[in-house]
């Protein structure tokens, strides 16, 4: 019994230790306390990080879309550092701390979850535009990572800007008037570049919307030309004569652009005409004529053959097909195969063409030469 008994007496000992012991004013117990809850929120934390991200990165795998991907970029951005003095929090909220060492832990608290949300916050921008670049870049639109540069620099400098100014009034620094001149310095500088922004947001709904890509068929006003290369301001198309032209973003959005690579068939609309001698049967002819000549070709798709009115100088037929392929050389071919086949077929009824016929009056040289008041007199006896 004395072996237990002394035993006994010992941890009993060592308990009043803890109790009466004081370091910084505050007992060893309570300073045990802290440093074990502070251990295991250390513990928790870190396996709980690797447990969540090890299943993200499991489900990422399984699917097809972004936000899982993106979900493994945010946590991977977790600071093992701050997790490490969080837990340092967890245990120093366990201690007795007097006035004022409270409000300042809390404040501690506050920056430490404000860092690791920018943290995340990054992460989570940088995988937004990795994605962003991955969709919309193709050869020769460069102005697909500069734009995701520019807009990366634009999102992390508002993103740490809010957590700074977030920090600073949880401080109890008056940020008011700090906002305020952000706001007016803003406005300025945006007067100042408006057309360097207006250039670089066209870019961007270009890079996003693609109204076209390198290497397109274009249309723009007055410009007719291949896209060879959209830039952060401008685009430059290589026209059919061979030089290239340099047109600013803006002003190539604000026209109306036809996109002839988007062409998947083309509708041709021509008239021809042919004389008066020709009788009512042989106008009804012409129209089937049409339509045996067009419907012999290849890609190619009648649509209607019409007399369409009578002129003053012949009769007027209208045609309509469809070329099944968006080739410009291949419609100009099946344009001219139609037109020979149709000399011959209209020269073999004996039909002619309606050409442009002028007529010319020419005064008599008598009535030339009387005054106006002498020829009327003329006239009425003439008569």
Known sequence: TQPTHRHTMNTADLLDWFELTTFLGISMANWAVAIGTALVAWLVMSLGLRFALRRAKRLSGRTSNRIDDVVVEVLAGTNRLLIFVVSLLVGVGMLDLPEPWPARVAQLWFLAVALQVGLWGNRAI??????????????????????ATLMSWGLNTALWAVVLLSILANVGVNITAFVAS????????????????????????????????????IVSGGTVGSVAHVGVRSTRIRALSGEQIVISNTELLKQTINNYKQLLERRIVFKFRVSYDTTAEQAEEISRIVERVISSNEKVRFDRAHLLAFGEEALEYEVVYIVLDPDYNLYMDIQQRINLALMRELEGMGVTFGLPIRKVFMASPVALAQPPEEAAPQGEAAR
Do not use: W
């Open 126 to 147: 940088k995988a937004g535009l990795k994605g962003y670049v991955a969709r919309n870049s193709s050869p020769g639109m460069t102005q697909v990572s500069a734009s």
């Open 182 to 217: 952000l706001g007016v310095g803003g406005i300025a500088v945006a007067l100042a570049v408006q057309n360097i922004l207006g250039d670089l947001f066209a870019s961007l709904s270009i890079a996003v919307d693609k109204p076209f890509e390198v290497g397109d068929f």
